[in-house]
């Protein structure tokens, strides 16, 4: 009996491609968005969270959202030095909590930097309040990057250069 032995992906293009897939899918969420709701309107979901439709022409809590314009190519040009940074380092053998934390903060970072880009602003959708107190609305994109921070955190915490696996 003759065994062959199937070839396989290299681990790298399964983290860039979850990259590209939660970019993707953070735009195809704020398409519809845009599509079937006006700026502004909130649709109440539970009594702590809104859907709704929001822009912010700022960084992480409206930083810099009213410095007039300039700040829409500073943020592209982080963008694209964080992705190609980010790129690299998955293109390299990393342990799979540190990959899969580079995975999506690149595929926020994918997210809101093609919105940046198309319509110099990044679309919002998720309100998470209490009472009168609202957290800053945030979108797909923001949810990765912050997990993506999160696992990387801890993989950086967990690994011992003795123990360092390379894949």
């Known amino acids: 009996?003759?065994?062959?032995?199937?070839?396989?992906?290299?681990?790298r293009w399964y983290w860039l491609a979850l990259a590209v897939m939660v970019g993707l899918a953070d735009q195809?969420?704020?398409?519809?968005?845009?599509?079937?709701m006006p700026y502004g309107?909130?649709?109440?979901?539970?009594?702590?969270?809104?859907?709704?439709?929001?822009?912010?022409?700022?960084?992480?809590?409206?930083?810099?959202?009213?410095?007039?314009?300039w700040q829409r190519y500073l943020f592209l040009g982080l963008t694209g030095m964080v992705t190609i940074?980010?790129?690299?380092?998955?293109?390299?053998p990393r342990p799979r909590l540190e990959a899969l934390g580079y995975s999506l903060m690149l595929?926020?970072?994918l997210g809101n930097g093609i919105d940046r880009l198309v319509r110099g602003y990044?679309?919002?959708y998720l309100d998470i309040y209490w009472r009168e107190w609202h957290w800053p609305a945030f979108n797909l994109a923001?949810?990765?990057l912050f997990l993506g921070v999160i696992a990387f955190a801890i993989a950086a915490l967990r690994e011992r250069p003795s123990t360092r696996v390379s894949e």
């Open 142 to 144: 923001d949810i990765a």
């Open 85 to 92: 940074v980010l790129t690299i380092l998955l293109c390299r």
């Open 41 to 69: 309107q909130t649709i109440p979901l539970a009594p702590f969270f809104n859907w709704g439709h929001w822009w912010n022409t700022g960084a992480a809590f409206s930083f810099l959202a009213d410095a007039g314009g």
């Open 107 to 109: 595929g926020g970072a």
């Open 1 to 11: 009996m003759r065994t062959e032995r199937i070839p396989t992906v290299p681990r």
């Open 122 to 124: 990044v679309v919002d």
């Open 28 to 36: 195809a969420i704020k398409g519809l968005v845009q599509a079937l």
